[in-house]
């Protein structure tokens, strides 16, 4: 079982940053792919960024640019830095792992293995 715990969530204006972080525990870390999906008010939960275990980053449109991926193997943490933050940002944001593949930029809910329970972002304008 693979715990993920999410916390940097909070109140920001636009323009502004926030950065995220997810720790984990309960498997080898470094041996799957880690990521980060939002769920805003009314809407679905989608694909924002993702690292496989090589390294290799992935990201949805709306983020390239302003959003980076990283991971700590060594602190069992994944972090996102959120830069130039808009309010249509604002979301819950979720930590995933998945153990069976690296989706890259396709990755989608049903190929999560683990959730967080999510941390919450409100960008104001």
């Known amino acids: 079982q693979v715990q993920l715990v999410e916390s940097g969530g909070g109140l920001v204006q636009a323009g502004g940053s926030l950065r995220l972080s997810c720790a984990a525990s309960g498997r080898t870390f470094s041996s799957y792919t880690m990521g980060w999906f939002r769920q805003a008010p009314g809407k679905e939960r989608e694909f924002v960024t993702s690292m496989a275990w090589n390294g290799g980053t992935y990201y949805a449109d709306f983020v390239k640019g302003r959003f980076t991926i990283s991971r700590d193997n060594a602190q069992n943490t994944v972090y996102l830095q959120m830069n130039s933050l808009k309010p249509e940002d604002t979301a819950v944001y979720y930590c995933?792992?998945?153990?069976?593949?690296?989706?890259?930029?396709?990755?989608?809910?049903?190929?999560?293995?683990?959730w967080g329970k999510g941390t919450l972002v409100t960008v104001s304008s």
């Open positions: 995933a792992a998945s153990f069976r593949q690296n989706y890259g930029s396709s990755w989608r809910t049903p190929g999560v293995d683990y």
